[in-house]
């Protein structure tokens, strides 16, 4: 039988059919030269194999029938099953010979992350919908992230996401990767194309987590398409918010002084050639995840950038989007402040996600008990843009939240959709008012509201 946990640097490693397209590429990049993490991956054999031995595959078949009562019982009982059940002995004992080789390098910490065989693919990314688990250090916490890594395949959210696919948890499986952490004095994402026919970067200081899950704004770095250095716009810090219901109160995090760059030109140069050769590799636009390490940058993640044709027109009724400069943007040491868009309305400036140009009801959402009150064709505006807003996006006409970046989970979701979005807006929950009619740039990065003197939308 073929080994069910492999080092990644193993040629065979290469295969998406066994250890899914995360991982393929991962050990692909590292074939090609380019820095990786390195350390093993077990195969969609060994969630197969542990399905097996627990006698969920009768349950697994059962729950076929997506969105469905019998459904979610039956994916609640993997789930718990894939939580709880015994391990394999087969299986436990290959995933324990690469942890402990892991841990035999001196590593301080590993991580455990998802490698699913539909993930990472052209049409269905799966950004931000599966399971990772940074800083584990026991042999037990390594256990218990495989098993929620595999349980994480029948969680609601994968479900609703595999049905808007024609999937379901049955027809696929899942991989893992066991890799040690970086050291990671910055950390984000990018781009090898952005809509200026340029690349782009998103950074924030320590592990890149708050930027793929839109718990920040990052600093944003834009290059041209040969790599070299453009511009640069600083990030802001997070909050945090409970239910503001029950009397939570607001956790800020303080931001980041301006002058606080993550990235310098030269280490932005070298990620930039790193997603180029990452395009030669994938045949096509990539989305990168990346950390810089003590030895320099290091490549977490690639996957195919889908790249839809954007819409001639504005479908606000404004007609061609203007230019950025002529839309008066007013740049100062705390990001981009409030525009006055001609000839009437009011504008605010984010980082540009999503694709193209929406336009509909701005519906204010302070907290996650709001949600049920966003209408189809609305526009959401949000604080945090997380990936647990993605089961939104089939029903909104666009995104706004004030943090979040071009290159978090939701944005790569968004993108896949053709829905418009733009994050990092200072106070849009504020500023934006609730109902009014919205238009969303999201090539531009712009959002404005407001209306002719003859009372009609924009």
């Known amino acids: 039988m073929a080994s069910l946990v492999i080092p990644l640097s193993a040629p065979e490693a290469n295969d998406a059919g066994r250890f899914g397209s995360k991982a393929a590429t991962l050990a692909a990049l590292a074939h090609a030269g380019l820095p990786t993490p390195g350390g093993w991956c077990a195969a969609a054999d060994a969630y197969g194999a542990q399905v097996a031995a627990l006698g969920l595959d009768p349950c697994a078949q059962a729950g076929a029938e997506p969105q469905s009562a019998e459904s979610r019982r039956h994916a609640l009982e993997m789930r718990l099953g894939l939580l709880e059940g015994a391990l394999a002995p087969a299986v436990r004992d290959a995933l324990l010979v690469a942890w402990r080789a892991l841990r035999a390098d001196g590593r301080a910490a590993g991580a455990v992350r998802s490698s699913a065989l539909v993930e990472d693919l052209r049409d269905a990314s799966y950004a931000g919908q599966f399971e990772s688990y940074l800083g584990l250090e026991s042999e037990e916490d390594f256990i218990t992230a495989v098993r929620a890594c595999w349980a994480a395949l029948w969680s609601p959210r994968v479900c609703r996401y595999m049905a808007g696919h024609g999937m379901h948890p049955s027809r696929t499986a899942m991989a893992?990767?066991?890799?040690?952490?970086?050291?990671?004095?910055?950390?984000?994402?990018?781009?090898?194309?952005?809509?200026?026919?340029?690349?782009?970067?998103?950074?924030?200081?320590?592990?890149?987590?708050?930027?793929?899950?839109?718990?920040?704004?990052?600093?944003?770095?834009?290059?041209?398409?040969?790599?070299?250095?453009?511009?640069?716009?600083?990030?802001?810090?997070?909050?945090?918010?409970?239910?503001?219901?029950?009397?939570?109160?607001?956790?800020?995090?303080?931001?980041?002084?301006?002058?606080?760059?993550?990235?310098?030109?030269?280490?932005?140069?070298?990620?930039?050639?790193?997603?180029?050769?990452?395009?030669?590799?994938?045949?096509?636009?990539?989305?990168?995840?990346?950390?810089?390490?003590?030895?320099?940058?290091?490549?977490?993640?690639?996957?195919?950038?889908?790249?839809?044709?954007?819409?001639?027109?504005?479908?606000?009724?404004?007609?061609?989007?203007?230019?950025?400069?002529?839309?008066?943007?007013?740049?100062?040491?705390?990001?981009?402040?409030?525009?006055?868009?001609?000839?009437?309305?009011?504008?605010?400036?984010?980082?540009?996600a999503g694709s193209g140009w929406g336009a509909g009801r701005a519906c204010v959402v302070n907290c996650e008990c709001e949600l049920s009150r966003v209408a189809p064709g609305d526009v959401l505006v949000t604080r945090v843009a997380g990936p647990a807003l993605s089961s939104m996006l089939s029903r909104v006409a666009g995104v706004v939240a004030e943090l979040g970046g071009s290159t978090s989970h939701l944005a790569a979701l968004a993108r896949e959709r053709g829905i418009p979005m733009v994050l990092g807006v200072p106070d849009a929950t504020r500023r934006i008012p609730d109902g009014a009619r919205v238009a969303v740039d999201g090539m531009a990065g712009l959002v404005r509201w407001g209306g002719a003197p003859d009372g009609s939308a924009i």
């Open 176 to 352: 893992v990767m066991i890799q040690p952490v970086i050291a990671a004095r910055a950390a984000g994402g990018g781009l090898s194309r952005d809509g200026e026919g340029g690349m782009l970067l998103t950074a924030t200081p320590g592990l890149g987590g708050p930027v793929a899950q839109g718990a920040v704004v990052p600093e944003r770095v834009v290059l041209d398409g040969a790599g070299a250095w453009l511009r640069s716009e600083p990030g802001r810090g997070g909050h945090r918010q409970g239910c503001i219901h029950d009397g939570a109160a607001e956790r800020a995090a303080p931001p980041a002084p301006a002058s606080a760059a993550c990235l310098a030109p030269a280490q932005a140069a070298e990620l930039g050639a790193m997603m180029r050769r990452a395009e030669a590799i994938l045949g096509g636009p990539v989305e990168i995840e990346w950390a810089l390490g003590e030895a320099g940058p290091v490549l977490l993640q690639a996957r195919p950038l889908r790249i839809l044709p954007a819409p001639p027109r504005d479908p606000a009724g404004a007609g061609p989007v203007e230019p950025a400069e002529r839309l008066g943007e007013a740049q100062t040491e705390h990001g981009r402040e409030a525009l006055e868009i001609r000839p009437h309305g009011t504008g605010l400036r984010g980082q540009p």
